[in-house]
């Protein structure tokens, strides 16, 4: 039975797996030239069943190893190579090797030995050996490669064991044809089935779906100024009345001539200084050439650029240095090759943030029209809550709830409508509720949506609006409440606190970026929550059959990859493990943890909190 084995590359690794004696080395002596000499750069993997040392006794980086260096690195300009000293009970993993090898430069990695791993195999076979095939109980094996008196399966790809340009041939196709296994993302609203009657509880992507089919983006919109536009929705595309930039600009600080004059080696005549903001009006002729400024309108007769540094000046007098590397038309910035005129600069649907403001003030527009923002009433439920700032009530606690869905609502451009706290009380609740849906596009509730005796909201809702209760299979935030008052929507989240937070972020949020008019672009899909990929520092708990959000915190590694932890304790009570963390740890369905070292989708709180 083969070990689970995941290939951390974005390039193709193939084993070549045998019994001992069958001449996995003598092939791969022979075949990796014959590899090179087709100019395919490999990488090689061999499994030692002994102790070695590829270092020689009384060598400098021998004895310095043998002194107590954990790492010894010793480089020469034709090679370098790392020793590393690291005692294990077992060999090392092959994903930890498969790390170290420079993928840039390489188009394939061969493996010899790790035959119990479950990666693609070229099974190496002789009939004179007595010994069994392994690709009968390895479903890895791509090829065979035998001799003739062995007889294969027909589904399997049969090489001769002596002829290398055959196995080179298939090595070369397996490369040129291998495609990096697909991302599966912990949760893809895209590939989520439709709900089966009976079905006991809904899975977040079809939660998902489920909450976007009934949203209706905003149609009203209003015209404002510049500085009102932070983090509204574009309702009509931005057209550039201007062309950028503007006008054929200098990239450099340097000297602008025109590139017939390279050839020629002769020094220049300096016949003007351009500055930005200011032009030269004269055409430049053959044989001169002008100081020019960063950002400097490029004079007629000038089309290239050569920095300052490059350029010996003396005088009015310029020599061009290492004129072989000029290329006709560097550091030139075109009229127009940014955004031309009349071309779309932002798209409607475009949330405007810093970015996008910094450019609509660049093409001189000091206005926009933008989608309505989408007006949100929040509230919550239950005799138990009491207002911050007021006496704490015997067995209460203090309501806070209702203020982390007002700021996440906010940071997603919403205006936000508090109704307070509403006590436990059927009549309250319905006024309320009727009220709120006449003048706000969303009402949020949080608390009141599990089983419960004292959950008035659920008769109110039956009686008002069109509601779903949903148990959804993830954790923390498993009851959720969903429908329709009049034409308001309605999102009941759990009363936990950080669940209420998780439940925000994975159902409410994309509603509102879609009712807001936010479009999803085909590189960008702004609904649907963002996902990073980072590996794990410590083992993660999950369950399989629901989704995992735990708190975390990810920061950038010395490797240059995104790594992440727990804040630790995941009581779904625990406000601090929010305040302590910069991201969710997301676990799909599927998974029943992560280990250490391994791969995770993380959230990252950027956008709401």
């Known amino acids: ?90 060999d090392p993993s092959l994903q930890h090797l498969l790390k170290q090898i420079e993928q840039d430069k390489v188009d394939i990695v061969l493996v010899e030995g790790f035959k119990k791993l479950a990666l693609p195999k070229i099974e190496l076979h002789r009939a004179s050996h007595g010994k069994p095939f392994i690709h009968t109980h390895d479903e890895n094996i791509v090829a065979i490669a035998c001799c003739d008196d062995t007889t294969t399966p027909d589904e399997l790809t049969r090489l001769d064991l002596n002829n290398v340009g055959q196995i080179a041939d298939f090595v070369m196709q397996y490369q040129q044809s291998w495609q990096a296994p697909e991302v599966n993302i912990p949760v893809n609203p895209a590939l989520a089935s439709t709900p089966q009657s009976g079905e006991q509880g809904l899975s977040v992507a079809q939660g998902i779906n489920h909450i976007l089919s009934q949203v209706t983006p905003l149609k009203s919109s209003e015209t404002l100024a510049l500085d009102e536009l932070d983090n509204r929705v574009l309702a009509t595309d931005s057209i550039s009345p201007v062309n950028v930039p503007q006008q054929t600009n200098s990239a450099m600080d340097g000297y602008g001539f025109a590139y017939s004059d390279v050839a020629s080696g002769k020094t220049l005549t300096v016949v003007a200084e351009v500055l930005a903001g200011h032009g030269y009006e004269h055409t430049v002729q053959s044989g001169e050439a002008v100081r020019i400024m960063t950002g400097a309108p490029i004079p007629a007769g000038v089309d290239t650029v050569q920095p300052r540094e490059l350029c010996e000046a003396d005088a ?52 926009a029209e933008v989608v309505n923002a989408p007006v949100v009433a929040v509230f919550s439920t239950g005799d138990e809550v009491s207002q911050p700032g007021e006496p704490l009530k015997p067995n209460c606690i203090y309501d806070s709830n209702r203020y982390t869905i007002k700021s996440m609502a906010r940071k997603l451009g919403c205006k936000v409508v508090d109704l307070g706290i509403i006590e436990d009380n059927e009549q309250a609740l319905t006024d309320a509720l009727q009220q709120a849906s006449l003048t706000a596009d969303v009402v949020i509730s949080s608390g009141g949506v599990s089983v419960g005796n004292a959950d008035y909201i659920k008769t109110v809702l039956a009686k008002i609006g069109h509601i779903n209760f949903w148990r959804i299979n993830m954790r923390p935030g498993r009851p959720l409440a969903v429908g329709k008052i009049n034409d308001t929507l309605f999102f009941g989240l759990p009363g936990n606190p950080v669940a209420v937070m998780v439940s925000f972020l994975q159902f409410v949020q994309p509603a509102l970026r879609k009712l807001s008019g936010e479009q999803e672009f085909a590189d960008n899909r702004p609904w649907h929550p963002q996902y990073i990929p980072a590996i794990a520092d410590e083992n993660l708990r999950s369950k399989t059959g629901r989704t995992e959000f735990l708190r975390g915190i990810y920061h950038l590694d010395t490797d240059g990859k995104m790594h992440v932890k727990s804040t630790g304790a995941q009581g779904s009570g625990m406000l601090s493990s929010m305040v302590n963390a910069n991201c969710l740890i997301v676990i799909g369905e599927q998974d029943d943890g992560i280990a250490k070292g391994e791969s995770v989708f993380i959230q990252p709180f950027a956008d709401v909190l």
């Open 316 to 367: 009015d007098t310029l020599t061009l240095l290492e004129p072989e590397q000029i290329k006709s038309g560097q550091h030139v910035r075109l009229a127009g090759e940014d955004i031309g005129i009349n071309d779309v600069a932002l798209a409607k649907g475009t949330r405007l943030t810093a970015a996008e403001l910094g450019l609509l003030a660049s093409l001189g527009c000091n206005q």
């Open 1 to 90: 039975m083969s070990s689970v084995f995941s290939n951390p590359l974005s390039i193709p690794v193939l084993g070549f797996c045998a019994y001992s004696g069958t001449g996995k080395t003598t092939l791969l002596k022979q075949l990796i030239p014959e590899l090179n000499r087709r100019g395919v750069r490999l990488a090689v993997i061999k499994h030692a069943h002994h102790n070695f040392d590829v270092d020689i006794p009384g060598k400098d980086s021998y004895e310095m190893r043998k002194a107590g260096a954990k790492q010894m690195l010793v480089a020469s300009h034709i090679r370098w190579a790392l020793m590393t000293e690291e005692p294990l009970d077992t």
